[in-house]
């Protein structure tokens, strides 16, 4: 069973770093896009980025570029979602989400999503 | 980016009820719209993917249809586990984007 588990809630404040881990099991970790999508209170979904393991691929959203860094580490099959210096606006829940590799011809960018973890609520205040 | 609107934002309906809900692209995402399901508390769902299949465990009330720009999400009979938030999801462009949400709730 493929299983992706976030670290839990964090309460920071505004200019400190954070990074949370999502740990991926239940299937080969490195064969697998990885990433995260951000849910901001009472918001819709936002796509951030993503990470191919097996080359550490990696790709953000125009949106996200700069504002956040995704790394992994293939030894814990585990991805992380960093902060340099957080801001109230990154308060959200993020979830850890797994990219199937099937349903996506040479025509798109990439396949649907199939795996989500349980999410993780960031929240930023003073 | 291309845009994705879903309608309406909300309904209310009832258990056995047939519920449909659209999504929209600002242009086209060929046949790479996929559907989920959001439950708070509860990690999101893949109901259906490259817009009419029904990923594996997933209760064949639910169905999805549409090529292009116009895409529909329909339950054929409402259950009380399914009142939760759907979102419409492109994977055709980068970035990927989702629509708004529908919200169904209990009338």
């Known amino acids: 069973e493929v299983q992706l588990l976030q670290s839990g809630a964090e309460v920071k404040k505004p200019g400190e770093s954070l990074r949370i881990s999502c740990k991926a099991s239940?299937?080969?970790?490195?064969?697998?896009?990885i990433g995260w999508v951000r849910q901001m209170p009472g918001k819709g979904l936002e796509w951030m980025a993503i990470v191919y393991p097996d080359d550490s691929d990696t790709r953000y959203s125009p949106s996200f570029q700069g504002q956040v860094s995704v790394s992994i580490d293939k030894s814990i099959s585990t991805t992380y979602l960093q902060w340099n210096s957080l801001r109230a606006s990154d308060t959200a829940i993020y979830y850890c989400?797994?990219?199937?590799?099937?349903?996506?011809?040479?025509?798109?960018?990439?396949?649907?999503?199939?795996?989500w973890g349980q999410g993780t609520q960031i929240t930023v205040s003073s | 980016d291309i845009q994705m609107t879903q309608s309406p934002s909300s309904l209310s309906a009832s258990v056995g009820d047939r519920v449909t809900m659209t999504c929209r692209a600002s242009q086209t995402v060929s046949r790479y719209l996929h559907w989920y399901q959001l439950k708070p508390g509860r990690a999101p769902k893949l109901l259906i993917f490259t817009a009419s299949s029904l990923q594996g465990g997933v209760p064949s009330r639910f169905s999805g249809s549409g090529s292009g720009t116009d895409f529909t999400l329909t339950i054929s009979s409402l259950q009380p586990e399914d009142f939760a938030t759907y979102y419409c999801q492109q994977s055709y462009r980068s970035p990927l984007t989702f629509g708004g949400g529908t919200k169904v709730e209990i009338k």
């Open positions: 239940g299937y080969d970790f490195s064969t697998y896009w």
């Open positions: 989400v797994r990219h199937s590799r099937e349903g996506c011809d040479a025509d798109c960018y990439l396949p649907h999503i199939d795996n």
